[in-house]
């Protein structure tokens, strides 16, 4: 049964800091690993998306990496911003399914 | 694209009564929608996975009898939670798969369910 691990669970930085999430799945057999924001009592915003056959993908300020071999996964958010705060989740597809992280909070401070 | 809505965004209901909540795929044809749960500082947990025009498929420990899942098109999807308790107070996701992309899925907005 997969399992998936984020650290931390919380984290809080000063605006601007570059800063990096991260994830551990325990089952490497995964279609693509998915990483959402989700703003508080709100849905999930769906931020990149990895394949398996992929290292890592890029919008904009934010960076996801996949290492499908030792089961990691990081986002990474470059130049902060206090909109920047809300809890980020990853989430590894098996062939129907996708399995959730706990997430982590993210708080950036003006 | 590939948007999905849910109706309604919040219901409040007294402990007994029975609450519907939908799920919609509103650009796309969706033949999987799945149904999540979330509790406060929790993972999202899945609760059942929809196939239009066949029984759900629920997982470990969810009750089908509490927990109806109607997907009679291919744009709809129902969660009717029945003779709700305040341990049903939660907040409930669904989200949608296409035929085409079969490995992401795209999720609503959610639903907060809080039951007095």
């Given amino acids: 049964k997969q399992e998936v691990t984020q650290i931390p669970a919380a984290l809080s930085v ?10 551990s799945f325990t089952d490497s057999a995964i279609y693509n690993l998915q990483w959402f ?3 508080p009592g709100k849905g999930l915003t769906s931020l990149l998306l990895i394949q398996s056959s992929q290292r890592e993908q890029t919008s904009g300020r934010l960076n996801a990496s996949l290492d499908k071999s030792s089961g990691r996964s990081t986002l990474y958010i470059a130049a902060s911003q206090p909109g920047d705060s809300a809890t980020y989740l990853c989430a590894a597809s098996g062939y129907s399914t996708l399995t959730f992280g706990k997430g982590t909070m993210l708080l950036v401070s003006p | 694209g590939a948007v999905v809505s849910q109706h309604p965004s ?13 799920c919609r ?18 993972s999202l947990m899945l609760m059942a996975t929809s196939n239009e025009g066949s ?17 009679a098109s291919l744009t709809l999807s129902t969660l009717t939670v029945t003779s709700a ?3 049903d107070s939660s907040f409930y996701i669904c989200s949608a798969r296409s035929g085409v992309n079969y490995n992401e899925q795209f999720f609503g907005p959610g639903t907060r369910l809080t039951v007095l």
């Fill in chain 1, 37 to 39: 924001r989700q703003d």
């Fill in chain 2, 10 to 22: 919040r219901v409040i209901c007294k402990s007994g009564t029975s609450v519907k909540i939908e």
């Fill in chain 2, 85 to 87: 308790h305040p341990e």
């Fill in chain 2, 25 to 42: 795929s509103l650009d796309f044809q969706a033949t999987t929608m799945f149904w999540y749960r979330q509790f406060p500082k929790q």
């Fill in chain 2, 55 to 71: 029984k759900a498929t629920y997982e470990q420990g969810v009750e089908k009898d509490k927990f109806l899942i109607n997907h």
């Fill in chain 1, 14 to 23: 000063p605006e601007g800091e570059n800063l990096v999430l991260n994830c």
